[in-house]
């Protein structure tokens, strides 16, 4: 490996972990060429896993030998340690993980790409709390759904607490962002999906109807925290479903949501099949 002990703060190498910042990251998606952060020894695994490329890896000293195997073919990525409070000075936040790397993003797929073979995907709009979506995500990955689109302004993925959240299931699951939903919308139909929102609704249909006889394929549709769906969103769905609740609750946060509707829609499967 390529180590290099820090001495300096402001060394060109450190640049990415001082200056490109969790608010930088939020504020700018996927730009061409970007990084994003991929915290721990394990979500760092998943991510070379996933096919990601490093640009450098940030740790405490007794973290080497964890990062070393996972570095094998990558010999001339740059390694920098430091100790607890050096890191934490050029941070920001306390490395309780061990270990930082600075990936590079990858190219996202096209939406048809995605669809062509997917059977239920999940469709988040709006989304803008960063650990609802990696909880979406985790909900994804362990319940069975192919793959997540995100609307243009959904909150980013890759953002760090996302990636965290997610336990790097963001990095295994397939995603792609998506256009507006007079765009969208045909893309999904194209493909063969029939568009489900999840919402409040008088004329919603119960979510344990909805999977008595589901469509061969399934876009479940996700809203934002505060105020849901937006119009277009119902506009453009095929069906709104709402899942049955108790005691006067209307709804469930929407993570949650994500994962009773996909159990309820993989246990029908299951069935089927």
């Excluded at 119960?206 to 505060?226: H, I, M, N, T």
């Excluded at 929407?254 to 099949?273: C, M």
């Amino acid at each position: 490996m390529r180590i290099t002990r820090i001495t300096d703060l402001s060394a060109d190498g450190l640049a990415d972990y001082s200056r490109l910042t969790d608010v930088a990251l939020r504020r700018v998606s996927e730009p061409a060429g970007g990084l994003y952060i991929a915290e721990s020894t394990k979500v760092i695994t998943r991510a070379l896993a996933a096919g990601h490329q490093p640009r450098s890896v940030l740790l405490q000293e007794q973290w080497l030998p964890d990062v070393e195997p996972l570095l094998t073919d990558f010999p001339d990525v740059p390694v920098y340690v430091g100790e607890s409070a050096v890191l934490e000075e050029l941070t920001g936040y306390h490395l309780h993980r061990g270990a930082l790397a600075a990936m590079h993003r990858p190219t996202l797929p096209d939406p048809a790409d995605l669809l062509r073979d997917a059977r239920l995907v999940v469709v988040l709009e709006d989304i803008v709390d960063h650990t609802n979506v990696g909880a979406i995500f985790r909900s994804v990955a362990g319940l069975g759904a192919d793959a997540v689109l995100i609307s243009p302004r959904c909150a980013d993925p890759l953002y760090r607490r996302s990636v965290r959240v997610s336990m790097g299931t963001v990095l295994q699951v397939p995603w792609t962002r998506i256009p507006e939903w007079d765009e969208a919308a045909p893309i999904l139909h194209e493909a063969g999906f029939e568009i489900a929102a999840l919402a409040l609704a008088d004329d919603a249909v119960a979510l344990d109807d909805y999977v008595a006889d589901p469509p061969p394929r399934v876009a479940l549709v996700l809203g934002s925290e505060g105020d849901g769906l937006s119009r277009h969103a119902l506009g453009a769905a095929d069906r709104v479903v709402t899942i049955p609740m108790l005691h006067g609750v209307d709804s469930l946060n929407v993570a949650s949501a994500s994962a009773v509707a996909l159990w309820a829609l993989r246990a029908r499967s299951q069935r089927s099949e």
